[in-house]
């Protein structure tokens, strides 16, 4: 049994929030009680006043009690968009690396992106992810992909890779370019009640990836990859989702233009939604000038303009989900040209304590919209029994100190590739607990 005593709970599925003790039993979680420390002291072993089931099977003297004072319990955080690379590119991370930078970051469930070699785009390939998944000590579940291959041109059998456990359906990484294909996919994904995510970025318009058409291009003599990249296949698909009403996400949003077609969408109706990344609502283009390819990514880092407006949209509900977007890549790969390096870079590990130090500290947003984003929000659109707390629900809690600092130095993850490295941010993940077993403690770094 594990107790949690005196933590401030934050529960942004029922928006509670307040002084509790927190009873673990097994996997679930038994109580939520206030004083329930003391008054299991004061029982001495007599279980009377636990109005509970499982009272009879509950040894008082079996007790490990955390002392939760001066942090925040939340539910376990959830990220909808990970990259483990296993199997196929397992130097840059593999799903025991992966979990175990998770879990440092504070989230006790994770689903997997699909591009990887081979692709998720058969039952065997699926069933490897999901096998190695549970051996870690977090949730890991995975996408399968959108079309076989990844090529864009025929549909994966999409009900027999739900059967086989796909959470939902992506080919995160390249854009889908065939309209008539998505909206078939669309109604696939209907049909399943599961979602589908879209990396919206056409080609078409790109002259260089990963750096934006504007004055990061300009500083690196490039031409980049501008904006009406994204609003143009982001334009599209919100119009494919409201014809066919399936439920879609936005991947790594980051224009102030995509933002608002968000927004007029989700007004009209439908099952939309969006996700922005802490790098995408922390930096902006100049960050590339300054770090090279350390702050590559696609979609790239725009202009101030869009990193506000992907705030507002943070702040009103436009875009209702962080995700990480972890993609790990090595120091090798990272050390290439800015045009031949890889884009992408780590962040489940600052992931929480970036959402604190630039949303909350500056009032950007409250603490509970941001475990909102972070918890219940993609939890529910994956339909997932994750993201909350309640007594019967899975004993799934990190545990956090919202005003320590510290500086990103070292990780968890096998790779390093983050623009973020000596900054120094708020928030240390103190303990992570999943399934009702604690699966990371922080031991006094000073780093991470």
């Known amino acids: 049994m594990l107790l949690i005593a005196n933590a401030y709970l934050m529960n942004p599925v029922a928006g509670e929030e307040g002084c509790y003790d927190i009873l673990i039993h097994g996997e679930r979680i038994l109580r ?146 065939d309209a008539a294909l998505v909206r078939r996919a669309m109604e696939g994904a209907r049909k399943l009640d599961v979602p589908i995510s879209f990396h919206e970025e056409n080609p078409a318009y790109i ?57 007029q969408a989700k007004r009209r109706g439908g099952n939309i939604h969006a996700e922005a990344t802490p790098h995408h609502f922390t930096l902006t283009e100049e960050a590339v000038i300054k770090y090279g390819t350390l702050a590559k990514m696609n979609p790239p880092l725009r202009e101030e303009s869009d990193r506000r407006a992907i705030i507002e949209g943070l702040r009103d509900g436009t875009i209702d989900l962080i995700a990480t977007d972890h993609a790990p890549h090595s120091k090798e790969e990272k050390e290439k040209s800015i045009t031949e390096a890889p884009s992408g870079i780590i962040g489940l590990e600052t992931a929480l304590a970036l959402g604190i130090t630039e949303l909350v500290d500056t009032k950007e947003l409250t603490m509970m919209s941001l475990l909102e984003k972070l918890t219940c929000n993609p939890a529910g659109i994956y339909h997932l029994d994750a993201g909350y707390l309640a007594e019967g629900g899975p004993a799934d809690i990190v545990l956090f100190d919202p005003k320590e600092e510290f500086t990103v130095k070292d990780f968890s993850s096998r790779s390093a590739n983050s623009p973020f490295v000596g900054r120094k941010l708020k928030g240390v993940v103190k303990y992570t607990i999943c399934g009702g077993k604690v699966v990371y403690q922080n031991r006094g770094e000073e780093t991470i």
């Open 207 to 263: 002259q260089n990836n990963g750096v934006n058409a504007g004055a990061a291009a300009t500083h690196f003599g490039i031409g980049g990859s501008p904006r009406e990249a994204e609003i143009d296949l982001v334009g599209r698909d919100l119009e494919l989702a409201l014809e066919t009403g399936a439920c879609i996400n936005i991947q790594h949003i980051s224009s102030k233009e995509a933002v608002e077609l968000v927004r």
């Open 32 to 177: 939520i009680a206030p004083g329930l420390y003391e008054k299991l002291q004061a029982m001495q072993g007599q279980l009377e006043l636990l109005a509970t089931a499982e009272e009879s099977d509950i040894d008082v003297e079996d007790l490990t009690v955390i002392d939760g004072s001066g942090m925040i319990a939340a539910p376990g955080l959830v990220d909808v968009h990970s990259h483990f690379r296993d199997p196929g590119f397992t130097h840059k991370e593999d799903i025991e690396s992966g979990a175990r930078a998770a879990a440092r970051g504070g989230y006790t469930t994770v689903v997997l992106m699909a591009n990887t070699k081979p692709a998720v785009d058969n039952a065997e390939t699926l069933t490897y992810v999901l096998e190695k998944g549970r051996q870690t000590g977090i949730h890991v579940e995975t996408c399968a992909t959108v079309t076989v291959g990844l090529k864009g041109q025929e549909l994966t059998d999409m009900e027999a890779l739900y059967e086989q456990g796909a959470a939902g359906f992506t080919d995160d990484g390249i854009p889908i370019l």
